[in-house]
């Protein structure tokens, strides 16, 4: 868990704004697709978006056209920015990476999971 450090979390209101920030090791940043998972309270785990080496990338249906993931090959660091934040955003954002994108697509878990940071979007 120690090789995703995720930050950027916060409370936000409807239509609001916040970037989260997940940084790793160069070895995991350059192998893997490194992206966001969220669950909130009585919902299942969503994977949320995802970007590979090569800046392929995977950003769920449910955000899609508000949230934009983009890497910082200096920095071994990937950004989500959430934009046009609403209510049903709340949950626990986990960053996490693994080999292949299935896990974002609800297939099997990541290999590296991070630690949570809470988004918290009021009406």
């Known amino acids: 868990q120690g090789q995703l450090v995720a930050s950027g979390g916060g409370s936000v209101q409807a239509g609001g704004s916040l970037r989260l920030s997940c940084s790793t090791s160069?070895?995991?940043?350059?192998?893997?697709?490194l992206g966001w998972f969220r669950q909130a309270p009585g919902k299942a785990r969503e994977g949320v978006a995802s970007?590979?080496?090569?800046?392929?990338?995977y950003v769920s249906d449910t955000v899609k056209g508000r949230f934009t993931i983009s890497r910082d090959n200096a920095a071994n660091t990937v950004y989500l920015q959430m934009n046009n934040l609403q209510p049903d955003d709340t949950a626990m954002y986990f960053c996490?990476?693994?080999?292949?994108?299935?896990?974002?697509?609800?297939?099997?878990?990541?290999?590296?999971w991070g630690q949570g940071t809470r988004v918290t979007v009021s009406s």
């Open positions: 996490a990476a693994d080999g292949v994108l299935q896990p974002w697509y609800g297939i099997g878990r990541p290999n590296y």
């Open positions: 160069e070895s995991i940043y350059r192998t893997t697709w």
């Open positions: 970007i590979n080496p090569v800046d392929n990338r």
